[in-house]
């Protein structure tokens, strides 16, 4: 069996895990790889929550809010829009590359556009292959 992928999804309570649940419900069907957190908003996304995450295990990590101006909490998604090329940056000098994040901005109302987000993500971190993170963590543990 090939490389399976594992992508942390942080999804934003308001509106991109509804989408979430909408695909479910809606019976869309998307790659099984996405681990799902939910969170309040994705301003709450904290860089070093996707850094963690990474250094976990995570091959990939997938950032969910709600549109530009549709915020629950008004200017949410603009801060996480602010920070986002700063965690680029970080994961750059880190030598992670850069694909392995992403932010999305999903409504409640596009349960097939999450699908899609999820299985282009999915396919593009299959062809990264796994995370040298996770790589050199797995011989860590072997020489343990």
């Known amino acids: ?26 019976r ?15 301003a709450r996304i904290d860089p070093t929550f996707v850094m963690k995450a990474l250094a ?5 990590v997938l950032i969910c809010g709600c549109h530009p101006g549709d915020c629950h909490y ?5 801060k996480t829009m602010r920070r986002y090329p700063l965690l680029k940056q970080m994961l750059r000098d880190f030598g992670v590359e850069e694909e392995r994040v992403r932010l999305e901005w999903v409504s409640a109302s596009e349960g097939q556009r999450f699908a899609e987000v ?3 993500m999915t396919e593009k971190i299959r062809e990264l292959g796994p995370s040298r993170i996770r790589l050199s ?6 020489e343990r």
């Open 74 to 78: 008004v200017e949410g998604n603009y």
């Open 137 to 142: 963590l797995d011989a860590d543990r072997v």
């Open 28 to 42: 869309i069907k998307y790659q099984p790889n996405v681990s799902v957190i939910r969170v309040m908003c994705s």
């Open 1 to 26: 069996m090939g490389f399976e992928p594992r992508i942390v999804g942080f999804l934003c309570n308001w509106c991109s895990y509804t989408g979430a649940d909408l695909a479910g419900t809606s």
């Open 118 to 120: 999820i299985n282009d």
């Open 56 to 60: 976990t295990g995570a091959d990939g």
